[in-house]
C-alpha cells in the first residue's frame, strides 16, 4: 500500500505521488489540447485547457491510488461534432495521452541516465524520475487497451467500418464493466498475472536503457 510508505519512507511517498499527478496532469492536458486544436472547444471551456492538477486529478482516484495502487484521473470531455475529422478526430484525441506519457518517460529516463549516479539511489530527484519512467510506461500500455473508456478503444472505433457500428454500441456499453471485471478477476484471483506479467516485461525492455 502507497499510503504506508508515508510512515516507512517519506520521501519516497511523496515521489511516488508528485509522480502520479504530473503524470496524470499532463496525459489529461494532452488530450485537452488536442480537442481543442482539431476544433472542439469544449475542454477549454470546461477550464480543462491548464496543467494545474486540480483540474485533472479526481479524488476518488487519487484515494484508491494510496490505498489500492490504482486509480485514475478526470476524463477530458470533448463533442466529437465539433470536430474538423470526425472519424479520425476521436483517436487523435485519445492517442495524444498515451504519446505524451511515452514522451515523458523518455524524457524522465535520459534524465535518470545523466543525473542518477552523481545523485546516488537514495535521493528523492532519483526516486521521482524512475517512477516517472515506470508509471509513465503503464500509463501508456494500459490505456491502449482496446476497451472503453480507455484511449485504445476510441482507436479501434476508428478503424471499424461503419457497417460494424453495432460492435461499437456493444463495446461502448460492455467495455466498462469488462474492463473492471478484468482488473478484479486478475488482482484478487490471478495475482495480478496478467496486467503485472505484462507490466513486468515492458520493464524488463527498458531497464538496460534508464533503469
Given amino acids: 500500500m502507497i499510503f ?5 519512507n517519506t520521501p519516497l511517498f511523496f515521489a511516488i505521488v508528485f509522480a502520479f499527478v504530473v503524470s496524470i496532469s499532463v496525459h489529461e492536458f494532452a488530450h485537452a489540447l488536442t ?4 476544433g472542439d472547444p469544449t475542454a477549454k471551456n470546461m477550464g480543462r485547457l ?3 492538477p ?16 490504482f486509480g485514475w484521473g478526470r476524463p477530458v470531455p ?29 524524457l524522465a529516463g535520459i534524465a535518470l541516465r545523466i543525473f542518477g549516479p552523481s545523485l546516488g539511489a537514495e535521493n528523492m530527484l532519483v526516486y ?10 503503464i500509463l501508456a500500455i494500459f490505456n491502449l487497451i482496446p476497451l472503453p ?3 485504445g478503444s476510441k482507436v479501434l472505433f476508428g478503424f471499424l467500418p461503419s457497417r460494424f457500428s453495432h460492435i461499437q454500441m456493444t463495446l461502448e456499453r460492455t467495455g466498462p464493466l469488462a474492463l473492471f471485471g478484468l482488473i478484479l478477476v486478475d488482482r484478487l484471483l490471478l495475482g495480478g ?19
Fill in 4 to 8: 504506508d510508505l508515508l510512515f516507512q
Fill in 35 to 38: 480537442a481543442t486544436q482539431l
Fill in 50 to 52: 491548464t496543467l494545474n
Fill in 54 to 69: 486540480l483540474s485533472h486529478i479526481d479524488p476518488m482516484g487519487m484515494l484508491l491510488v494510496l490505498f489500492i495502487g
Fill in 78 to 106: 470533448f463533442n466529437p461534432l465539433n470536430l474538423r475529422n470526425q472519424q479520425w478526430g476521436p483517436a487523435f484525441i485519445s492517442l495524444a495521452g498515451p504519446i505524451t506519457n511515452i514522451a515523458m518517460m523518455l
Fill in 128 to 137: 521521482f524520475l524512475v517512477f516517472m519512467v515506470q508509471l509513465n510506461l
Fill in 149 to 151: 473508456p480507455l484511449d
Fill in 193 to 211: 498475472v496478467i496486467f503485472g506479467g505484462l507490466f513486468t516485461w515492458a520493464f524488463g525492455l527498458i531497464e538496460g536503457l534508464f533503469l
